[in-house]
């Protein structure tokens, strides 16, 4: 196969200079053992030194030398273990966040050029046994790079239609090239057009980040020049773009498609296959800059060793394009996607923490960046060089260390900021509070005791999980106990507080029903620990089912139960989370009361994006408060009607919560669904009143952000509250010029609150390449990054653009981003082949399907609050959550080896892959069914239901039976290992074919034509290549 995609640039260059030129200047060499020096995780090291351990809190200062250090003279390990018996270092700590107050520019010395410094260092940390990974040659390009499409003859096209004549892409080892006519694009083509629905032209230039790309150089009037989300650029010709989606009828409309061969268009499965064979059960060692990581969806290990571990960030490329005009020029958005609080595997080590004693962190005067591995320590250790702002800093005096031949501080292993990519600081008064030490946080449970909840069971369901639930609150590595404390209210119109102190025999009743003016009526035992107060707590959990048995009340507020949130932790000064358990739309007289505005006339027209909108005004100034007092919001739930989400999701959406949705809930179907999800949440690691800020080396910045976030400022991302699940995608733009030797840096610092109450700074850094070659861009892109970051920047672009404009710019991009690939990094061959760059070949399928999902659809046959959950949803997630989202796992069944401990090997989520004798397990993250033939077997059905065959299957059942069959034991593995693993819990749904419920199934088959609107895969891929043909004649 061709390698002509691949030119120029030799792989990696610059990035690795002296590779492996390590000589193991520590005596024996620093082989691996040395990480041991960190203290490691239990099962790998023994005895871990005090003051490294996770999570302990050493009294001031650093790490003291491991046990193997005797290499290391006597000067260096005082140095190193007793700073505090120092000269007090300079007050240099700023507040986070603060401008930087003094420049130490002048102070330069006459150490090397930094660039070059960086480079040793960068080399430096490359240690001897990886040396192989850098030298091997790139991926292949070859196979598959480039996958043609191939003309057939004309004659073949029917008479009057220009659609692109193509047969499918050659899948490299599979199947070999085909050229069949595809009698079916003349379909394509007519439906890609818009079938009667063109797109005008540009949509007006909304508010939102999200331009409309495709202007020439010259521009357009009113359309901003700036790089917006989608970079705002386009090479090629744009004019007369055509409809960029099939409307939602038309679709569905034309011929079947004729028989191609599915499996010669690029795959999903395959990609991921291919990535779990090559790199899975591997090591991913984090040393060597612009490395791309295995695919999200593989298994696999991660070794820090000088930049973060994938599971907390991912790029859109990790070959960044040294000029902005390359970067207009591709038009690949350049992202990171963050998961500062990303839960690792037990085999991965646990962050370390680091303590730099009473002067806090030691950070650079100018940037306020925090020492990490691209601090170049020069002038035998006095003085160090910035990696992100070049400013050469004093080393404050209990940090100084010597260095060694090669220019590295002899701690350099001792050290995590100096060796890792990832990290956290013990945080100082400086970056506390009023410059108090936070108290731990508190969990409120409010629980809406109206009519519709007492009477669904509800409210005693969650009083008696509560009840083991509290046994399990998170807490701090080591201790016995959680900190965290807890508090209960109850409400409908009024809100009920309650006293639970341990003294008392009785829990005590407070009501407030003057919900304009929220205060907490008691201060003292309201928030308590649960341990001491476990028999009054358990006391009221037993009464409050009774209190309000008998309850008329239908009305519910939901503002003040919130803001009675805020107010309790603005009393405790503490920080939190709310769980709020909510049946209904707030519709009794209260601030942020709220009427049904669900209008389906609104679909399709440009006022939909009102749908999404939320009600402005007292649930702004909500978010405000909560962010300002650190208080998280998670809301739960239980609506039987429209409850405007749009709205009542804007405070957990902006305070870094959940929103759970169980739709008419019934204790039988949707209990045991809801409880893991509460479970899940409440015991979920998280961290409180956080503050991100996202620092990059000169040349490019951070310039957007997305995620359940507030911003106040262009810089500060406030977070009530980050857990394991939140991911937030930056975006970056150019400054200036990259550098190719230096390639790019960046440091995502969060500030925050443990839930033991520490103040702490969490660190990840990574570093990329740069090139002038965009063919390096291509190669280093990550598909399933890409996708996360179009998914939200498209979602909130809905929110100030219609649907049709959105949908028009992804099409628009998709097009352009491969166009351009095809021009400058391919070489010659026939227009009519379709080549795609090998790290962005399934692209088109995650693209296609973001298009198809429920907020871009636009279909009056979908739910609004459902559309409006789901785009907040996706606001939140890391990559992992949107690959799934958008490409569901579709498992056969049927055929399944009982006996195999390896995991069922999913099918593309497409109709051809259903037998009707099959049965398939398909789920996205959010949604799972169990989908069954009409011919399956009954002895399967006996295995899996006990039952002699389909036709006594039962309507609503949500579990399986457990059966002591292997077939039934293999398949409820399989569901409750997913269940584990995914973020959310999701709920079973049995669908057999040909019934009703089936189509709720078949909108999840993402490469066939959407139910509610959207092309096939094919039938898109075929209008991508033509929209890319345009581009380039
Ligand atoms: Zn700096």
Same mark, same amino acid.
């Given at each position: 196969?061709?390698?002509?995609?691949?030119?120029?640039?030799?792989?990696?260059?610059?990035?690795?200079?002296?590779?492996?030129?390590?000589?193991?200047?520590?005596?024996?060499?620093?082989?691996?053992?040395l990480?041991?020096?960190?203290?490691?995780?239990?099962?790998?090291?023994?005895?871990?030194p005090? !003051?490294?351990?996770?999570?302990?809190?050493?009294?001031?200062?650093?790490?003291?030398?491991p046990?193997?250090?005797?290499?290391?003279?006597?000067n260096?390990?005082?140095?190193?273990?007793?700073?505090?018996?120092?000269?007090?270092?300079?007050?240099?700590?700023?507040?986070?966040?603060?401008?930087?107050?003094?420049?130490?520019?002048?102070?330069?010395?006459?150490?090397?050029?930094?660039?070059?410094?960086?480079?040793?260092?960068?080399?430096s940390?490359?240690?001897?046994?990886?040396?192989?990974?850098?030298?091997?040659? $790139?991926?292949?390009?070859?196979?598959?790079?480039?996958?043609?499409?191939?003309?057939?003859?004309?004659?073949?096209?029917?008479?009057?239609?220009?659609?692109?004549?193509?047969? +499918?892409?050659?899948?490299?080892?599979?199947?070999?090239?085909?050229?069949?006519?595809?009698?079916?694009?003349?379909?394509?083509?007519?439906?890609?057009?818009?079938?009667?629905? +063109?797109?005008?032209?540009?949509p007006?230039?909304?508010?939102?980040?999200?331009?409309?790309p495709?202007?020439?150089?010259a521009?357009? $009037?009113?359309?901003?020049?700036?790089?917006?989300?989608?970079?705002?650029?386009?090479?090629?010709?744009?004019?007369?773009?055509?409809?960029?989606?099939?409307?939602?009828?038309?679709?569905?409309?034309?011929?079947?498609?004729?028989?191609?061969d599915?499996?010669?268009?690029?795959?999903?499965?395959?990609?991921?296959?291919?990535?779990?064979?090559?790199?899975?059960?591997?090591?991913?060692?984090?040393?060597?800059?612009?490395?791309?990581?295995?695919?999200?969806?593989?298994?696999?290990?991660?070794?820090?060793?000088?930049?973060?571990?994938?599971?907390?960030?991912?790029?859109?490329?990790?070959?960044?394009?040294?000029?902005a005009?390359?970067?207009?020029?591709?038009?690949? +958005?350049?992202?990171?996607?963050?998961?500062?609080?990303?839960?690792?595997?037990?085999?991965?080590?646990?962050?370390?923490?680091?303590?730099?004693?009473?002067?806090?962190?030691?950070?650079?005067n100018?940037?306020?960046?925090?020492?990490?591995?691209?601090? =170049?320590?020069i002038?035998?250790?006095?003085?160090?060089?910035?990696?992100?702002?070049?400013?050469?800093?004093?080393?404050?005096?209990?940090?100084?260390?010597?260095?060694?031949?090669?220019?590295?501080?002899?701690?350099?292993?001792?050290?995590?900021?100096?060796?890792?990519?990832?990290?956290?600081? /013990?945080?100082?008064?400086?970056?506390?509070?009023?410059?108090?030490?936070?108290?731990?946080?508190?969990?409120?449970?409010?629980?809406?005791?109206?009519?519709?909840?007492?009477?669904?069971?509800?409210?005693?369901?969650?009083?008696?999980?509560?009840?083991?639930?509290?046994?399990?609150?998170?807490?701090?590595?080591?201790?016995? &106990?959680?900190?965290?404390? /807890?508090?209960?209210?109850?409400?409908?119109?009024?809100?009920?507080?309650?006293?639970?102190?341990?003294?008392?025999?009785?829990?005590?009743?407070?009501?407030?029903?003057?919900?304009?003016?929220?205060?907490?009526?008691?201060?003292?035992?309201f928030?308590?620990?649960?341990?001491?107060?476990?028999?009054?707590?358990?006391?009221?959990?037993?009464?409050?089912?009774?209190m309000?048995?008998?309850?008329?009340?239908?009305?519910?507020?939901?503002?003040?139960?919130?803001?009675?949130?805020?107010?309790?932790?603005?009393?405790?000064?503490?920080?939190?989370?709310l769980?709020?358990?909510?049946?209904?739309?707030?519709?009794?007289?209260?601030?942020?009361?709220?009427? *049904?505005?669900?209008?389906?006339?609104?679909?399709?027209?440009?006022?939909?994006? %009102?749908?999404?909108?939320?009600?402005?005004?007292?649930?702004?100034?909500?978010?405000?408060?909560?962010?300002?007092?650190?208080?998280?919001?998670?809301?739960?739930?239980?609506?039987s009607?429209?409850?405007?989400i749009?709205?009542?999701?804007?405070?957990?959406?902006?305070?870094?919560?959940?929103?759970?949705?169980?739709?008419?809930f019934? #204790?039988?179907?949707?209990g045991?669904?809801?409880?893991?999800?509460?479970?899940?949440?409440?015991?979920?690691?998280?961290?409180?009143?956080?503050?991100?800020?996202?620092?990059?080396?000169?040349?490019?910045?951070a310039?957007?952000?997305?995620?359940?976030?507030?911003?106040? *400022?262009?810089?500060?991302?406030e977070?009530?509250?980050?857990?394991?699940?939140?991911?937030?995608?930056?975006?970056?733009?150019?400054d200036?010029?990259?550098?190719?030797?230096? !390639?790019?840096?960046m440091?995502?610092?969060?500030?925050?609150?443990?839930?033991?109450?520490?103040?702490?700074?969490?660190?990840?850094?990574?570093?990329?390449?740069?090139?002038? =070659?965009?063919?390096?861009?291509?190669?280093?892109?990550? %598909?399933?990054?890409?996708? *996360?970051?179009?998914?939200?920047?498209?979602?909130?672009?809905?929110? *100030?653009?219609p649907?049709?404009?959105?949908r028009?710019?992804?099409?628009?991009?998709?097009?352009?981003?491969?166009?351009?690939?095809?021009?400058?990094?391919?070489? $010659?061959?026939?227009?009519? =082949?379709?080549?795609?760059?090998?790290?962005?070949?399934?692209?088109?399928?995650?693209?296609?399907?973001?298009?198809?999902?429920?907020?871009?659809?636009?279909?009056?046959?979908?739910? &609004?609050?459902?559309?409006?959950?789901?785009?907040?949803?996706?606001?939140?997630?890391?990559?992992?959550?949107?690959?799934?989202?958008?490409?569901?796992?579709? #498992?056969?069944l049927?055929?399944?080896?009982?006996?195999?401990?390896?995991?069922?090997?999913?099918?593309?989520?497409?109709?051809?892959?259903?037998?009707?004798?099959? #049965?398939?397990?398909?789920?996205?993250?959010?949604?799972?069914?169990?989908?069954?033939?009409?011919?399956?077997?009954?002895?399967?059905?006996?295995?899996?239901?006990?039952?002699?065959?389909?036709?006594?299957?039962?309507?609503?059942?949500?579990?399986?039976?457990?059966?002591?069959?292997?077939?039934?034991?293999?398949?409820?593995?399989?569901i409750? !290992?997913?269940?584990?693993?995914?973020?959310?819990?999701?709920?079973?749904?049995?669908?057999?074919?040909?019934?009703?419920?089936?189509?709720?199934?078949? =909108?999840f088959?993402?490469?066939?034509?959407?139910?509610?609107?959207?092309a096939?895969?094919?039938?898109?891929?075929?209008?991508?290549?033509?929209?890319?043909?345009?581009?380039?004649?």
């Open positions: 196969m061709s390698q002509q995609g691949y030119v120029a640039a030799p792989p990696y260059s610059q990035a690795q200079p002296g590779m492996g030129a390590y000589q193991g200047g520590f005596g024996s060499g620093p082989t691996q053992p990480y041991g020096h960190y203290g490691g995780p239990p099962q790998a090291f023994s005895a871990p005090a !003051g490294m351990m996770k999570s302990s809190v050493a009294p001031a200062a650093s790490m003291p030398l046990a193997g250090s005797s290499q290391y003279n006597p260096v390990q005082q140095n190193g273990s007793h700073p505090q018996s120092y000269p007090a270092p300079p007050a240099v700590s700023a507040p986070y966040g603060q401008p930087p107050h003094s420049l130490y520019n002048s102070m330069a010395s006459p150490g090397p050029p930094p660039t070059q410094q960086l480079t040793n260092q960068m080399s940390m490359n240690l001897g046994r990886h040396v192989q990974g850098l030298q091997s040659p $790139p991926p292949p390009a070859s196979s598959v790079v480039q996958q043609p499409f191939q003309t057939p003859p004309p004659s073949t096209m029917p008479p009057g239609l220009q659609s692109p004549h193509m047969s +499918p892409l050659m899948s490299p080892p599979q199947s070999p090239p085909e050229s069949m006519p595809m009698a079916s694009q003349s379909m394509a083509g007519t439906s890609m057009a818009g079938m009667g629905r +063109p797109f005008p032209g540009p007006p230039p909304g508010p939102g980040g999200f331009q409309q495709g202007l020439g150089s521009g357009q $009037p009113g359309y901003p020049q700036q790089a917006g989300q989608f970079g705002g650029y386009m090479a090629g010709p744009q004019q007369n773009m055509p409809g960029a989606f099939p409307g939602a009828q038309s679709a569905m409309a034309g011929p079947p498609q004729k028989k191609l599915p499996d010669s268009i690029p795959s999903i499965t395959h990609v991921i296959e291919d990535d779990q064979v090559k790199q899975g059960g591997q090591v991913f060692t984090t040393n060597i800059r612009g490395q791309v990581p295995p695919l999200v969806t593989t298994d696999f290990t991660v070794t820090d060793q000088g930049n973060a571990s994938p599971r907390f960030i991912r790029c859109t490329t990790y070959s960044l394009p040294c000029t005009d390359l970067a207009k020029q591709c038009q690949v +958005p350049l992202a990171a996607i963050i998961k500062p609080f990303a839960s690792l595997p037990k085999n991965e080590t646990p962050l370390y923490v680091v303590n730099h004693g009473d002067t806090g962190p030691v950070r650079c100018r940037c306020k960046a925090y020492m990490c591995p691209y601090m =170049q320590f002038d035998g250790g006095r003085r160090y060089q910035c990696g992100f702002c070049n400013c050469v800093n004093e080393v404050p005096v209990f940090y100084f260390q010597h260095l060694d031949h090669m220019g590295r501080r002899v701690d350099f292993y001792e050290r995590p900021e100096l060796s890792l990519g990832s990290y956290e600081f /013990v945080a100082t008064l400086d970056y506390c509070k009023n410059n108090k030490p936070p108290n731990p946080p508190a969990y409120i449970f409010m629980i809406d005791v109206s009519y519709n909840n007492i009477k669904s069971g509800l409210v005693k369901l969650i009083c008696d999980e509560l009840k083991t639930l509290l046994e399990k609150l998170p807490r701090e590595e080591g201790m016995e &106990t959680s900190a965290i404390k /807890v508090g209960f209210v109850t409400y409908n119109k009024v809100l009920h507080f309650y006293n639970v102190k341990s003294a008392l025999a009785q829990p005590q009743m407070m009501v407030v029903s003057d919900t304009a003016e929220m205060f907490v009526p008691l201060l003292d035992g928030l308590v620990n649960y341990q001491d107060s476990r028999a009054v707590i358990y006391n009221l959990l037993d009464q409050i089912p009774d309000f048995a008998d309850t008329a009340e239908s009305e519910t507020v939901f503002a003040p139960v919130i803001q009675a949130g805020v107010e309790a932790f603005k009393a405790a000064e503490c920080s939190g989370k769980f709020i358990f909510q049946s209904s739309m707030p519709t009794a007289e209260a601030p942020g009361k709220l009427k *049904n505005r669900d209008d389906k006339k609104l679909v399709n027209t440009d006022k939909e994006k %009102t749908l999404f909108q939320p009600q402005k005004g007292v649930y702004e100034q909500l978010s405000k408060d909560c962010v300002a007092s650190g208080c998280c919001v998670d809301l739960f739930l239980f609506p009607q429209y409850t405007d749009a709205t009542m999701a804007d405070v957990p959406s902006h305070t870094g919560g959940s929103v759970y949705k169980y739709s008419n019934q #204790i039988e179907t949707d045991e669904h809801f409880l893991r999800d509460l479970r899940k949440d409440v015991q979920k690691s998280i961290g409180f009143d956080a503050i991100m800020r996202v620092r990059t080396s000169t040349g490019f910045r310039t957007d952000f997305f995620g359940g976030i507030y911003m106040n *400022n262009t810089t500060d991302v977070m009530a509250a980050v857990d394991c699940d939140n991911g937030v995608t930056v975006e970056f733009k150019h200036d010029t990259l550098s190719e030797e230096t !390639g790019a840096l440091q995502c610092a969060l500030l925050y609150t443990t839930i033991g109450g520490q103040r702490r700074l969490r660190i990840h850094n990574l570093s990329l390449n740069c090139s002038s =070659q965009l063919s390096e861009l291509y190669k280093s892109c990550e %598909t399933d990054s890409l996708i *996360n970051f179009f998914a939200k920047s498209a979602y909130r672009a809905i929110l *100030n653009q649907l049709k404009n959105v028009e710019i992804l099409v628009n991009q998709t097009a352009h981003m491969l166009a351009c690939y095809r021009k400058n990094c391919a070489s $010659p061959s026939a227009a009519s =082949q379709l080549i795609l760059p090998d790290a962005m070949k399934v692209f088109p399928v995650y693209m296609n399907s973001l298009m198809k999902t429920a907020p871009l659809v636009g279909s009056t046959e979908l739910s &609004t609050d459902d559309r409006a959950h789901q785009r907040l949803s996706v606001m939140a997630m890391g990559v992992e959550d949107t690959q799934l989202l958008l490409y569901p796992r579709l #498992i056969p049927h055929n399944i080896d009982v006996n195999s401990e390896k995991p069922a090997t999913p099918v593309r989520c497409s109709e051809e892959r259903l037998t009707d004798s099959g #049965i398939f397990l398909l789920e996205n993250g959010q949604s799972m069914f169990l989908w069954l033939g009409q011919a399956s077997s009954p002895d399967l059905i006996q295995s899996l239901f006990n039952l002699p065959s389909l036709a006594h299957l039962q309507g609503h059942m949500c579990a399986l039976p457990e059966l002591d069959n292997p077939l039934s034991r293999k398949v409820r593995s399989i409750s !290992g997913l269940l584990e693993k995914r973020s959310n819990s999701m709920k079973l749904q049995i669908v057999r074919q040909k019934d009703k419920p089936e189509m709720l199934f078949r =909108q088959l993402v490469e066939d034509k959407g139910l509610h609107g959207g096939s895969y094919m039938d898109f891929l075929c209008y991508v290549h033509r929209e890319i043909r345009q581009l380039l004649t």
